[in-house]
């Protein structure tokens, strides 16, 4: 089945540097990649997600890459603020583009990021 | 988005009793709905996926007879953790995706066995 690893597993920025976190998938057949937003005792948020027909896709002070061939993407916020402080979880999805109902999404481990005032 | 609602949000219960947590999609039909378990500071790992009217199709290593999950409708999901045992204490969350939809979370249920 599709392993997706994620790295760092924590980062601490000064408030207005950027963060960057990255995951890599095993299964070449992933073809949606989400990323979430978890706040302490609270469900993950959907933040940002990309499909493999695109190689990068921005809002806002949020951006995601993908590199299909490496099988990586990677989740780049600038301009960071105290309110950016969470975990994000990355997440892969094997199944087919269109439909994309029933297709079960891996995590990767979370990265916990913290922001400096 | 769509909203999905999980009950209870919290529950303490004895151990070897059996205890019910519900998923419900508010606004939209799920078509399928995941479960997770979240240990603290850890990832959320996929325990089953159902589709509403058929059985559930659970993660290698879940013990299916202990963990029942039923999708009777397209807007509800029930998990129930049988003959529960300290061992089970986690934080079980659920998603509800629909046709062509992003995966929407539940709140979460924090289960504590004493």
């Known amino acids: 089945g599709e392993n997706v690893e994620q790295h760092p597993s924590t980062l601490s920025v000064q408030e207005g540097d950027s963060a960057v976190i990255k995951c890599t998938y095993s299964d070449s057949a992933s073809n949606y990649f989400p990323w979430y937003k978890q706040e302490l005792g609270k469900r993950p948020q959907l933040i940002i997600d990309?499909?493999?027909?695109?190689g990068e896709k921005k809002d806002q002070r949020i951006a995601v890459t993908l590199n299909k061939t490496a099988k990586h993407f990677s989740l780049h916020i600038t301009e960071t603020q105290p309110e950016d402080s969470a975990v994000y979880f990355c997440a892969a999805s094997i199944g087919r583009m269109i439909k994309a109902a029933g297709n079960k999404l891996t995590f990767g481990g979370g990265t916990r990021v913290l922001v400096k005032p | 988005g769509a909203v999905v609602s999980q009950h209870p949000s919290w529950v303490i219960c004895k151990s070897g009793t059996s205890v019910k947590i519900e998923c419900r999609s508010l606004d939209f039909q799920a078509t399928t709905m995941f479960w997770y378990r979240q240990f603290p500071k850890q990832s959320l790992m996929l325990m089953a996926t159902?589709?509403?009217?058929?059985?559930?199709?659970?993660e290698q290593g879940v013990e299916k007879d202990k963990f029942l999950i039923n999708h009777a409708s397209l807007t509800l999901s029930t998990l129930t953790v049988t003959s529960a045992h300290p061992e089970d204490s986690s934080f079980y969350i659920c998603?509800?995706?629909?046709?062509?939809?992003?995966?929407?979370f539940g709140q979460g249920t924090r289960l504590t066995v004493v």
């Open positions: 998603s509800a995706r629909g046709e062509n939809t992003e995966a929407f």
């Open positions: 159902s589709n509403e009217g058929s059985k559930a199709t659970y």
């Open positions: 990309i499909r493999s027909n695109v």
